[in-house]
T-cell receptor, first 110, second 113 residues
Framework: DAKTTQPTSMDCAEGRAANLPCNHS???????VYWYRQIHSQGPQYIIH???NNETNEMASLIITEDRKSSTLILPHATLRDTAVYYC???????????FGAGTILRVKS | DAGVIQSPRHEVTEMGQEVTLRCKPI?????LFWYRQTMMRGLELLIY????????DSGMPEDRFSAKMPNASFSTLKIQPSEPRDSAVYFC???????????FGNGTRLTVT
């Protein structure tokens, strides 16, 4: 599975959009981009995933560049409860194996 | 949907003792994963099962670790004998093989003294 690069940490003001970037320049054509987050003392939580089209669900939006070498997770109106570690992962769907990197620590501040 | 259920939530044991961690996946899910998380190494995949069969155990640190899945609704991760460096949070997760998202339990925090 392709390696991803994320910033170590980011801050965001409460109520503002949080934009979390991820680079995956070696992604293969059949690899999906997945986002998970982990709130302190809990297990990781699935957020969203996509292949090449932008995706949106009740939690977030995923914007994937046309060359698929990078993506951005957008939390439209961040709240204090969105403070967590956010993981960007690329893998072949149905490939089962999900390998986590270090992630981005997002701190939402009032 | 009760989610993935892990037990115990906390385990404190002495070096050399046997430790058994338990996991009940979400009903209907046919893939199950065991992860370990430490500050130094982050989240590491230890082993995963498809349809109760171990597929990849390359992440299991050594022979002291073993995992079983006797049926679709139960899995165990055993450490024998335990060592202080095994102290970590152990997560179990399950998924439908054909759907991408993994559902994680709340973990077992293991402390080996």
């Amino acid at each position: 599975d392709a390696k991803t690069t994320q910033p170590t940490s980011m801050d965001c003001a409460e109520g503002r959009a949080a934009n979390l970037p991820c680079n995956h320049s070696t992604i293969s054509g059949n690899e999906y981009v997945y986002w998970y987050r982990q709130i302190h003392s809990q297990g990781p939580q699935y957020i969203i995933h996509g292949l090449k089209n932008n995706e949106t669900n009740e939690m977030a939006s995923l914007i994937i560049t046309e060359d698929r070498k990078s993506s951005t997770l957008i939390l439209p109106h961040a709240t204090l409860r969105d403070t967590a570690v956010y993981y960007c992962i690329v893998r072949v769907d149905n490939g089962n194996k999900l390998v986590f990197g270090a992630g981005t620590i997002l701190r939402v501040k009032s | 949907d009760a989610g993935v259920i892990q037990s115990p939530r906390h385990e404190v044991t002495e070096m050399g003792q046997e430790v058994t961690l338990r996991c009940k996946p979400i009903s209907g899910h046919n893939s199950l994963f065991w992860y370990r998380q430490t500050m130094m190494r982050g989240l590491e995949l230890l082993i995963y099962f498809n349809n109760n069969v171990p597929i990849d155990d390359s992440g299991m640190p050594e022979d002291r670790f073993s995992a079983k899945m006797p049926n679709a609704s139960f899995s165990t991760l055993k450490i024998q004998p335990s060592e202080p460096r095994d102290s970590a949070v152990y997560f179990c997760a399950s998924s439908l093989q054909t759907v991408g998202s993994l559902h994680f339990g709340n973990g077992t925090r293991l402390t080996v003294t």
